[in-house]
């Protein structure tokens, strides 16, 4: 998994850039920086529907105000001179504890954009999650990204589509099931009823003079598509949903989701089984009963209900139920480094990244995502040496100040 040529920056795990794939031309230092560059180069209507939250946005902020209460009281004196961030998921060796989390539509910010994430995520040597609502389909991501990949799974009402589905992402060699459990009606992103932003991408009235406002992004990406496969559509739905999608376009959400599909789902598909959005300790518990392998801490980054709690808050009373027999990730908000160490110093085993690696593709694709993971091992390796932690299992919460402000 880890290419030996790829890049990784910082402590002890430097190593040599691939002279395959150039440089990124982009000058940012953080992520926030690509978020600033993307938010220019994006139509309004994209850039909002990958940016912000649902409703009052009230998720969104209590998701970075529970990062924030957790504080690091360093260890010092240790030497930190040979530090690593290598870890495992799932038995299988990752350059970095994070995952690239399954978003769908990427490719609208950038032509193919889940093969550029994709190819970035192999090069850093971490897993990437493509969405079942991928404008590229998964066969295609598998052959041209390589890499180690994981397929996010949406279960349709009609529940044979979905296994279908999944004898694809099987025939297709993916190594894992991300099941999104958090998901079971439409999320109410008022946004995106203004700005009329719709799944599959229409050109409207509403979003029309938005579009061509940004030529760079209508040319590089729409007419693109325009010009080689047609309007951007979900290339993993069968032709049926994506008839109905095109003379409609409203996203298939499966309101009838239970423990018994997942059960059902643990009979069809071998390999690690995740379920992705799980807020309470007895969900946790109960995913782990009907066999899942790991579990992802995530209120879909605050995109879906906006009273949820925040996943760095529900975090803890998870691992007092499951630790040890499961993986347990979390996503939501992690921007900077130190934001992954303090989970996994909470005691999650991973982390999931979903808008660091858009901004990233969005403003240079695959240069541009392979630079938004490199800025975050980066700022681990350095927060790593800050804490006197030289390798991932020197972190714990004597590490941690929590309720800081
Ligand atoms: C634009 C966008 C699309 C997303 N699409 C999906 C999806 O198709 N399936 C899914 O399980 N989660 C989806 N998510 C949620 C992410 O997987 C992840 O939980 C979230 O982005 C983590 O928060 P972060 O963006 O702050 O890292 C999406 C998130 C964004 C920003």
């Given at each position: 998994?880890?290419?030996?040529?790829?890049?990784?920056?910082?402590?002890?795990?430097k190593?040599?850039a691939?002279?395959?794939?150039?440089a990124?031309r982009v000058?940012a230092?953080?992520i926030?920086?690509l978020?600033t560059?993307?938010?220019?180069?994006?139509?309004?209507?994209?850039?909002?529907?990958?940016?912000?939250?649902?409703?009052?946005?009230y998720a969104?902020q209590?998701?970075?105000?529970?990062i924030?209460r957790?504080?690091i009281?360093p260890?010092?004196?240790?030497?930190?001179s040979?530090?690593?961030?290598?870890t495992?998921?799932?038995?299988?060796?990752?350059a970095?504890?994070l995952?690239?989390?399954?978003?769908?539509a990427?490719?609208l910010?950038?032509?193919d954009?889940?093969i550029e994430?994709?190819?970035?995520?192999?090069r850093m040597?971490i897993?990437?999650?493509?969405?079942?609502?991928?404008?590229?389909?998964?066969?295609r991501?598998?052959?041209?990204?390589?890499?180690?990949l994981?397929?996010?799974?949406?279960m349709?009402p009609e529940?044979?589509m979905?296994?279908?589905?999944?004898d694809?992402?099987?025939?297709a060699g993916?190594?894992a099931l991300?099941?999104?459990?958090?998901?079971?009606?439409?999320?109410n992103?008022e946004?995106n009823?203004?700005?009329?932003?719709?799944l599959p991408?229409?050109v409207?009235?509403?979003n029309?003079?938005?579009?061509?406002?940004?030529p760079g992004?209508l040319?590089?990406?729409?007419m693109?598509?325009?010009l080689?496969?047609?309007?951007?559509?979900?290339?993993?739905?069968p032709?049926s949903?994506?008839?109905r999608?095109?003379?409609?376009?409203?996203?298939?959400?499966?309101d009838?989701?239970?423990?018994?599909?997942?059960?059902?789902?643990?009979?069809?598909?071998?390999?690690p089984?995740?379920?992705?959005?799980?807020?309470?300790?007895?969900d946790a518990q109960?995913?782990?009963d009907?066999?899942?392998?790991?579990?992802v801490?995530?209120?879909?980054?605050g995109r879906?209900?906006?009273?949820?709690i925040a996943?760095?808050?529900a975090?803890?009373?998870?691992?007092?139920q499951?630790?040890?027999?499961?993986?347990?990730?979390?996503?939501?908000?992690?921007?900077?480094?130190?934001?992954?160490?303090?989970?996994?110093?909470?005691?999650?085993?991973g982390?999931?990244a979903?808008?660091?690696?858009?901004?990233?593709v969005a403003?240079?694709?695959?240069?541009?995502?392979?630079l938004?993971?490199?800025?975050?091992?980066?700022?681990?390796?350095?927060?790593?040496?800050?804490?006197?932690?030289?390798?991932?299992?020197?972190l714990?919460?004597?590490?941690?100040h929590l309720?800081?402000?």
């Amino acid at each position: 998994m880890n290419n030996a040529s790829e890049v990784a920056v910082g402590g002890s795990s430097k190593r040599t850039a691939s002279a395959r794939v150039r440089a990124s031309r982009v000058q940012a230092y953080n992520i926030a920086d690509l978020r600033t560059m993307a938010k220019k180069v994006l139509p309004k209507g994209l850039f909002q529907f990958v940016d912000r939250g649902t409703e009052n946005e009230y998720a969104l902020q209590r998701m970075r105000a529970a990062i924030d209460r957790v504080a690091i009281r360093p260890k010092v004196l240790v030497d930190v001179s040979q530090r690593t961030q290598e870890t495992q998921f799932f038995g299988v060796p990752s350059a970095m504890p994070l995952a690239v989390a399954p978003t769908g539509a990427a490719g609208l910010l950038w032509y193919d954009g889940e093969i550029e994430i994709a190819r970035a995520a192999a090069r850093m040597g971490i897993p990437f999650t493509l969405s079942t609502a991928s404008i590229v389909s998964m066969e295609r991501v598998a052959q041209e990204a390589g890499g180690r990949l994981w397929f996010q799974l949406y279960m349709w009402p009609e529940r044979s589509m979905s296994y279908e589905l999944i004898d694809r992402v099987k025939a297709a060699g993916y190594e894992a099931l991300v099941v999104t459990v958090d998901t079971p009606v439409t999320p109410n992103r008022e946004y995106n009823r203004h700005n009329g932003f719709t799944l599959p991408m229409r050109v409207n009235r509403r979003n029309a003079v938005d579009v061509a406002c940004h030529p760079g992004w209508l040319l590089r990406v729409f007419m693109r598509y325009m010009l080689t496969t047609g309007i951007p559509s979900l290339e993993n739905f069968p032709e049926s949903l994506k008839r109905r999608l095109s003379q409609a376009p409203s996203p298939i959400k499966c309101d009838s989701l239970c423990w018994d599909d997942l059960k059902e789902i643990r009979k069809r598909w071998h390999g690690p089984l995740i379920v992705k959005g799980i807020l309470r300790p007895a969900d946790a518990q109960q995913a782990r009963d009907c066999g899942a392998d790991g579990i992802v801490v995530s209120n879909h980054g605050g995109r879906n209900l906006d009273a949820s709690i925040a996943p760095f808050a529900a975090l803890p009373a998870i691992l007092d139920q499951v630790r040890g027999q499961m993986e347990v990730m979390i996503d939501g908000g992690l921007s900077r480094g130190s934001d992954i160490v303090k989970a996994l110093a909470l005691g999650a085993t991973g982390a999931f990244a979903g808008r660091a690696p858009l901004w990233g593709v969005a403003v240079d694709g695959e240069a541009g995502a392979y630079l938004a993971l490199q800025i975050l091992h980066e700022e681990v390796d350095r927060v790593l040496a800050f804490v006197g932690a030289p390798r991932l299992s020197d972190l714990d919460a004597g590490l941690l100040h929590l309720d800081a402000n």
